[in-house]
């Protein structure tokens, strides 16, 4: 009987579950901005955008080891850039500085993620599966991969290895005044409108590819120093394949005579960039726990491809414990970007070369962005409606600047309830 007793008392020892119960955020931001060097119209023109967006997640403990995490969001914007694909769809003249009430000024995103991750019964060792699906009007995106991590020396140490893949897919749509020329184009392109040089016969012809593959794998190593030091070293490399170009991005030839049509200038082809990007990433961070109210958060990462980039990003963050539930975090980031072999701006190619962009996503430039924000934390939830608790709430804004004419800013809100 003493050994019956034994152990059914070892079958039924208690173990800590991954996660106690079911956890729900919801996850909201705006986002706008503006700027001179659109890649719509050839590196000029407007770049005002504005986006809503909304995620939920949730969490469900499966058992003491598993968790399913369900994340679905949704995203709204409004783009006068976007809106020049077609500039002639009102009666005003057309115009690269202002929107215009075609199609493609809104468009609407929608995302659904599913992650599967398993523990081991000491907790040192995690398995995750993750799905995601993605879709707007003119792009389509699929994406698996996985992850395993590893925890040493009573948890001081961590290894992960990660991996993803994504199989995506555009619908090809090309600036208005080439559509004629593509293969089966229909109409011909108000010719008799033309200023400037009336033999309007662009370089075009029609994308032969219109899927885009990425293939990523990722290393991480985590150690804590010291009982207040905590640093890590990360490595990212991402392989892609396919059309790495946007269709409806405009290019213009400094050897070519220029055309207008209501003084709007017609492209000379669009984006054309290699079918291949290879790209890596170094990243370092550095946490530093100074005291029970003040930590220290730094940030570097150095990134380089085959296109000719190469970027530096510092970044620091400086968390402010000011009570028992309320923490600040002023932060600051730098960010430094040399040019792709394949930009120039504005009507600044020629049209012998092979590959060419105008987007200034690829120009050299410097960015710094300044932030700040507040979370409330409560562990205990005693803020119930029915069954759910609110644990914490986040709000952050950031202000980001290039040196170039581009600007935004983010405001983001974030709400974490625990289901009883």
């Not at 407007?46 to 969001?73: H, K, Q």
């Not at 709204?76 to 976007?82: H, L, M, N, Q």
């Not at 293939?215 to 070293?233: A, R």
């Not at 600044?348 to 409330?376: K, P, R």
Request: hydrophobic fraction near 35%; charge should be negative; charged fraction near 20%.
């Amino acid at each position: 009987m003493a050994c019956l007793l034994l152990t059914a008392q070892d079958d039924n020892s208690y173990k800590k579950r991954v996660l106690e119960t079911t956890e729900i955020d919801f996850l909201t931001s705006y986002y706008t901005q503006d700027g001179e060097n659109a890649a719509v119209t050839g590196g000029t023109g407007t770049e005002e955008l504005t986006d809503a967006t909304g995620t939920v997640i949730v969490s469900i403990p499966m058992n003491d080891d598993d968790v399913l995490m369900v994340d679905a969001g949704i995203s709204a914007y409004t783009s006068a850039s976007s809106s020049n694909v077609n500039p002639f769809d009102s009666n005003n003249n057309a115009n690269a500085f202002n929107a215009t009430t075609g199609a493609s000024q809104s468009d609407v995103w929608v995302n659904f993620i599913g992650t599967y991750s398993h523990s081991s019964d000491d907790r040192n060792k995690i398995w995750t599966g993750k799905l995601s699906v993605s879709s707007e009007y003119d792009y389509f995106s699929f994406g698996f991969g996985g992850s395993y991590t590893r925890l040493f020396n009573e948890k001081n140490t961590e290894v992960s290895l990660s991996t993803n893949i994504f199989l995506d897919k555009w619908k090809l749509i090309y600036p208005i005044e080439l559509r004629p020329f593509a293969e089966g184009g229909i109409g011909e392109f108000r010719r008799s409108e033309i200023t400037g040089n009336p033999n309007y016969t662009p370089a075009f012809t029609d994308l032969e590819n219109s899927n885009r593959n990425s293939y990523s794998l990722g290393f991480t190593f985590s150690q804590i120093l010291q009982k207040n030091i905590q640093g890590l070293i990360s490595v990212d490399v991402v392989q892609q394949q396919g059309l790495l170009s946007t269709p409806f991005q405009r290019v213009y030839f400094d050897d070519v005579s220029d055309s207008f049509v209501e003084g709007f200038h017609l492209a000379d082809d669009i984006e054309r960039l290699p079918d291949n990007r290879l790209k890596w990433a170094l990243g370092t961070r550095l946490n530093w726990f100074l005291n029970a109210s003040l930590s220290l958060r730094t940030y570097y990462r150095f990134y380089t491809d085959d296109w000719g980039i190469t970027s530096h990003t510092a970044s620091v963050e400086l968390p402010i414990k000011i009570t028992d539930k309320f923490t600040l975090y002023p932060s600051y980031r730098y960010y430094g970007q040399q040019a792709a072999t394949y930009f120039r701006g504005y009507n600044q190619h020629i049209l012998t070369q092979d590959y060419y962009t105008s987007d200034f996503d690829l120009s050299e430039y410097m960015a710094q962005q300044i932030g700040f924000g507040v979370t409330y934390t409560d562990i205990f939830t005693n803020f119930k409606i029915s069954k759910i608790g609110l644990k914490s709430i986040v709000l952050k804004v950031y202000k980001y600047d290039r040196d170039t004419s581009f600007s935004s800013w983010i405001a983001l809100g974030g709400f974490n309830f625990v289901v009883d």
